[in-house]
Structure formats: structure tokens, C-alpha cells
């Protein structure tokens, strides 16, 4: 057998072997996926990610949004600072994807909500999404998080 033909063997025979997700995937959730079909610097192999996406889209369980976890501490401004399954590691933020319900393999638990908002603002600025909010979604999204005592107006009033 090639070392094409070998390559491509063991991928078939890890499909086989995945897990298939039976419950509801939800924002926040880790699972092991395997990220392959990569070039470049970009994370492959099996490997931990968490999902981005929100739950209305992850309902229908075909393409997820995940960003790549990893235990390589180096300073590098779009990524955030985890704490997952007590091992200390990052968020690679500039590496967001979108993959196939089929990728993943394994469901292992759910970064903290603290966590989950610095992603939320780091792709804010992956993305380049800061300058495309209008007035009247921020200060909806401001009043929510005033109801939810998330902030308070001295917060406001503190960046000002």
C-alpha cells in the first residue's frame, strides 16, 4: 500500500470510529474534532475546539462554527486565555472555521461564560465586526446586559 493509500485508509477507518453527536450541540460546548485537509500554519489533527456558533444555527447539526483550542501558551492578540479540564491554554481566535457536523468526535464539556465572552470579542475584531453595529444594536445589546446586571451605567460611564 502507498503512503497516499495508507493516509487515506486511516482517515476512513477514524470517520468510522468517531462518535456520532446525538444531543443538542450548544455555544460554548468543547468537543474533539478532527480538523485535517489543512496547509500552512493552520491547527489540524484531532484536537479540542469550541463552538462559536449560535444554538438556532447549531440546531440543525450540519455546518458548526468553532474556533481551535490549544495548550501552546504564546502571546498573540487575537487569541484568549483558557482554562479547560484544569490545563491552561488558548483560544485561537484568528483560526474561527466552519466544519461539518461529521469532524467531531467526541463531546468534553464547556468553557466558562467569562471565557466565552472574550472570544465573542476578540472575533468581534477577527472579523472586523466592531464598525458594523449600528447605534440601535448597541444600546439594545447595552440594555440586556444592564437587565442581566452584566454592566452598570458606572461601567458606561468609566470608558467615556
Request: glycine share 4%.
Amino acid at each position: 500500500m502507498t503512503p497516499k493509500n495508507e493516509n487515506m485508509a486511516e482517515k476512513i477507518g477514524n470517520k468510522l470510529n468517531k462518535i456520532r453527536v446525538e444531543r443538542e450541540i450548544k455555544y460554548g460546548e468543547v468537543f474533539s474534532a478532527e480538523l485535517d485537509d489543512v496547509e500552512g500554519y493552520e491547527q489540524q489533527g484531532p484536537r479540542p475546539v469550541v463552538v462559536v456558533s449560535n444554538n438556532k444555527q447549531n440546531e440543525k447539526k450540519r455546518v458548526i462554527v468553532v474556533v481551535p483550542l490549544t495548550r501552546t501558551i504564546k502571546s498573540y492578540p487575537f487569541q484568549v486565555s483558557t482554562f479547560f479540564r484544569g490545563i491552561h491554554g488558548k483560544a485561537k481566535c484568528e483560526q474561527v472555521r466552519a466544519i461539518t457536523v461529521e469532524r467531531f468526535i467526541e463531546r468534553k464539556g464547556s468553557l466558562t461564560s467569562d471565557e466565552m465572552t472574550a472570544i465573542s470579542d476578540k472575533l468581534l475584531l477577527v472579523l472586523n465586526l466592531t464598525n458594523n453595529i449600528s447605534d440601535k444594536q448597541l444600546l439594545t445589546i447595552l440594555k440586556r446586559r444592564m437587565e442581566e446586571g452584566r454592566i452598570n451605567l458606572t461601567d458606561i460611564y468609566s470608558v467615556l
